[in-house]
């Protein structure tokens, strides 16, 4: 029964070939909680609530990247402290609504917001949190400053946050084993953003990929992301996973193909681009404007592909 329904997913996400065209304005989703959709089983044992893929505001409360848990028989296993102290709850509550099995660990797929603010609800109830090192570092480093930011979206949403670090780091690879599930959390190398992670599951080919993999929204660029970098971490790592199913860090659960598509592929598209307007002697302003149409249908395009644009051209210029 599990094989027949793990085929037929299989099949539902093979055949996802476009993107769904999200809009900002596309009310919340889960009226009935903070977050901003209810979490859904993406193969057995296997939930992600589905983050909004519009930039973090007020009305999605700061859930705009996915949300996921394994219920492993053992307990369950999160992934991502959640963009506040009262989302991480409101995720906590809705675990608690499937599973009596209680949260055993908390893993924070970066250093970013939404992925370890709500680390403050997870480490008042005594839930260990496991995150890259260099997450952490951002966190010490950064912390107070992404905290500023998002009180000034979440204004009384932010209640209760404060910076609460992981209590457990690791390098390249670190394993759990719980009930009917390894766990391999991993950090295949430079990607988006410092101590990105991915946690495989080798049994159920599936990955949660974090911001490895980017599809239905246009992925941005930061000052601390290395294309080039990413591009190589892709081919010679996150390729060789060969996962079936994938639950990218935003955007509904889908298919190698389709993260592929809007996210190494893009990224060379821009990097192309890019190194056709330096050869040909073109300067920064320029560059902002060089053709990224076969991507304009990606949600929060015309917030970031001028901006990606313009960091890549500053990286290339000294490559």
Do not use: C
Request: net charge negative; aromatic share 10%; hydrophobic share 40%.
């Amino acid at each position: 029964m599990l094989i027949r329904k793990l085929a037929t997913l299989a099949a539902t996400f093979a055949a996802i070939t476009v993107p769904a065209m999200a809009d900002e304005n596309i009310p919340d989703q889960y009226p009935g909680s903070i977050l901003y959709s209810k979490p859904v089983e993406v193969i057995p044992h296997v939930w992600s609530a589905i983050g909004a893929t519009a930039p973090p505001t007020y009305e999605n409360s700061g859930h705009n990247n996915n949300l996921s848990f394994i219920i492993t028989g053992e307990g369950v296993v999160v992934i991502n402290g959640g963009a506040a102290y009262s989302l991480a709850k409101a995720l906590h509550e809705e675990i608690q609504k499937i599973t009596d099995q209680s949260v055993k660990f908390v893993i924070n797929e970066n250093g970013q917001g939404h992925a370890a603010l709500g680390n403050s609800y997870w480490s008042e109830i005594g839930v260990p949190i496991i995150a890259h090192v260099d997450a952490k570092h951002e966190l010490e480093e950064r912390g107070h400053q992404i905290l500023e930011n998002m009180k000034r979206y979440n204004r009384d949403k932010s209640e209760g946050t404060t910076i609460a670090l992981p209590t457990e780091t690791f390098e390249d690879k670190k394993v759990l084993e719980l009930g009917d599930f390894t766990i391999e959390i991993l950090h295949l190398g430079p990607a988006h953003s410092p101590g990105d992670t991915q946690v495989w599951l080798p049994k159920q080919n599936l990955v949660i990929a974090g911001d490895m993999a980017f599809h239905e929204r246009l992925l941005p660029i930061f000052d601390d992301t290395m294309t080039a970098e990413w591009v190589e971490t892709w081919e010679t790592e996150f390729e060789a996973l060969n996962a079936t199913y994938v639950i990218p860090g935003h955007g509904h659960p889908t298919n190698m193909d389709q993260v592929r598509r809007y996210t190494r592929d893009y990224l060379v598209y821009l990097r192309g681009k890019i190194g056709e307007h330096l050869e040909e002697g073109g300067d920064l302003a320029d560059a902002y404007y060089v053709d990224q149409s076969p991507y304009a249908h990606l949600h929060t395009f015309d917030e970031l592909a001028t901006r990606n644009a313009g960091r890549v051209y500053e990286q290339m210029e000294f490559e």
